[in-house]
Nanobody, 114 residues
């Protein structure tokens, strides 16, 4: 199973970005999917996840600002990030699985700075 993440970049505070993660090598619709992030000097943390039925779960720090979604026809999970803050700066990783991530993407870097 391979996961390819994209969409990171530099954005000003208050701005938006949409991350994408495309899965190949397996049946995407069989997997719950998630996004984690790791800021410099910090542990990797869960940002959002979505199960195969579309149920979503978010970290408190991103509720109301981030939205996770999936397109099974495109084998892709998205993370729409709005009202970005400097503390959202991190490398974002997509993963398969709900409580026990098993496959990971390579990470895409998000920097929120003026």
């Amino acid at each position: 199973v391979q996961l390819q993440a994209s969409g990171g970049g530099l954005v000003q505070p208050g701005g938006s970005l949409r991350l994408s993660c495309t899965v190949s090598g397996s049946t995407f619709s069989n997997y719950a999917m998630g996004w984690h992030r790791q800021a410099p000097g910090k542990q990797r943390e869960l940002v959002a996840r979505i199960n195969i039925a579309g149920f979503q779960n978010y970290a408190d720090s991103v509720k109301g600002r981030f939205t996770i979604s999936r397109d099974n026809a495109k084998n892709t999970v998205y993370l729409q990030m709005n009202s970005l803050k400097p503390e959202d700066t991190a490398v974002y990783y997509c993963n398969t699985g709900w409580s026990s991530p098993n496959y990971w993407g390579q990470g895409t870097e998000v920097t929120v700075s003026s």
